[in-house]
């Protein structure tokens, strides 16, 4: 079971779940993540599940976005750096867990998958 951040924090941790994901940041959605994993419609998403599906399916990113899409990439194209923005732009509460943060309207709250 992974730590559940507090709001103000937005998801600064790693998960036990997949051994170790890291937080990179809140990002411009730009289409950036091709790959969707799941239905948008389950309500049962956590980050968790996130990182974990996009794990199992062989990705090295997991991106949240909008509380309802989970989102994944091998690679983190060269214009993410200039779409970085702040952290308090990826609030939006999970459907799975209110008190993870699931980034935002078209906002990606990014996390590295170090283990796949």
Known sequence: MGVVPEKSTT???SYSALGHADYIGCFVENG????????RHF????ID???LGCADDGFKYAGM?????????NDL??????????????????????????GGDFM????????V
Do not use: H
């Open 11 to 13: 998801a600064l941790c």
């Open 32 to 39: 950036m993540f091709p790959y969707t994993y799941g239905d």
């Open 43 to 46: 309500e049962s998403l956590t």
């Open 49 to 51: 599940f996130c990182l």
């Open 65 to 73: 976005m909008s509380r309802q899409w989970c989102q994944c990439d």
């Open 77 to 102: 194209y060269s214009d993410t750096t200039g779409s970085k923005v702040s952290d308090s732009e990826c609030d939006t509460p999970c459907y799975g867990n209110g008190s993870q943060m699931w």
């Open 108 to 115: 990606l709250s990014i996390y590295r998958i170090s283990k």
